[in-house]
């Protein structure tokens, strides 16, 4: 069984615990969040700041998972950790479908009822959040997130870190550039170069 360590504390962490617990091959050993000053334990888990995760990084079946929503915060802790890259664990939640040909990387989690297609390529540390739709021959960059509902119709290309709103729809062989922001509800028909905002249907960039 593997045991687990959470890094964060808020909303998104609390989607993560749920399915560490349903799951009968991990174990949830620590929750980090710099909220806490020092460790305490609770219920057979321990909770302190984000720095303990390097004494608990010792333990060689301890893997970690970062619930932390932001996609710039998660990346900041990752490099702050330094740890190698396979003490990350990738979690898919029980009720996703993930295609055999598709490629997860490290440290992303995969929401419920979510589908991600064939020979899509999902990165690191990116989350799929509830219900969203990955269709074949996409390619989704490390610390992206795609909110709930979103639906990245084929051969779409998202960059690092960008946020895509719930409830979006992205048309076949479009590209969304790094760090960018999309609103909930938009339509992109047409590129997004990198670090733009952009939303509504279609999706126009904004300042």
């Known amino acids: 069984m593997k045991k687990i360590v959470i890094i964060g504390h808020g909303g998104h962490s609390k989607v993560i615990q749920d399915i560490v617990l349903m799951s009968k091959?991990?174990?949830?050993?620590?929750?980090?969040?710099?909220?806490?000053?020092?460790?305490?334990?609770?219920?057979?888990?321990?909770?302190?700041?984000?720095?303990?995760?390097?004494?608990?990084?010792?333990?060689?079946?301890?893997?970690?998972?970062?619930?932390?929503?932001?996609?710039?915060?998660?990346?900041?802790?990752?490099?702050?950790?330094?740890?190698?890259?396979?003490?990350?664990?990738?979690?898919?939640h029980e009720s996703a479908i993930v295609s055999p040909k598709a490629s997860i990387g490290l440290g992303t989690v995969i929401?419920?009822?979510?589908?991600?297609?064939?020979?899509?390529?999902?990165?690191s540390h990116a989350i799929l959040n509830t219900g969203s739709i990955v269709e074949h021959d996409n390619v989704i960059g490390?610390?992206?997130?795609?909110?709930?509902?979103?639906?990245?119709?084929?051969?779409?290309?998202?960059?690092?870190?960008?946020?895509?709103?719930?409830?979006?729809?992205?048309?076949?062989?479009?590209?969304?550039?790094?760090?960018c922001i999309i609103g909930a509800g938009s339509t992109v028909t047409r590129e997004i170069l990198d670090g733009q905002k952009a939303y509504g249907t279609p999706a126009r960039v904004v300042t």
């Open 142 to 179: 490390d610390y992206a997130h795609i909110s709930p509902g979103s639906t990245l119709t084929g051969n779409v290309t998202i960059g690092e870190g960008t946020h895509i709103g719930a409830g979006t729809v992205i048309v076949p062989s479009c590209t969304v550039g790094s760090w």
């Open 111 to 123: 929401m419920a009822r979510s589908v991600v297609q064939a020979d899509s390529t999902i990165g």
């Open 25 to 92: 091959e991990l174990k949830l050993v620590a929750i980090l969040d710099d909220r806490y000053e020092e460790v305490t334990i609770r219920n057979g888990v321990s909770y302190g700041p984000i720095r303990y995760g390097m004494e608990l990084s010792l333990e060689g079946d301890t893997f970690f998972i970062i619930g932390i929503g932001d996609n710039e915060s998660r990346k900041s802790v990752v490099h702050k950790l330094a740890l190698p890259k396979e003490r990350y664990i990738t979690l898919i």
